[in-house]
């Protein structure tokens, strides 16, 4: 995925701009050509989807 010139992969932390959550990236399901949610699995052990705008 990228985001502002940044490639992300599974694995990775990511932080949301809007709830400002941390996690590591579980996984990518493409909603369009600008949206893809990202499953996030954060420190605790819990799961978290967040819906990204992405570019190419």
């Known amino acids: 995925m990228t985001l502002s010139g ?5 694995g990775d932390l990511f932080t949301t701009s809007k709830t400002g959550v941390t ?3 579980a ?3 493409p909603m ?3 949206v893809t949610r990202v499953s996030l699995v954060l420190a605790n052990g819990s ?5 990204v705008k992405t570019s190419k």
Not at 6 to 10: C, E, G, L, S
Not at 47 to 51: I, Y
């Open 27 to 29: 996984g990518f399901e």
């Open 6 to 10: 940044y490639t992300y992969q599974i």
């Open 23 to 25: 996690g590591r990236i």
């Open 47 to 51: 799961r978290r989807l967040a819906m």
């Open 32 to 34: 369009s050509n600008k």
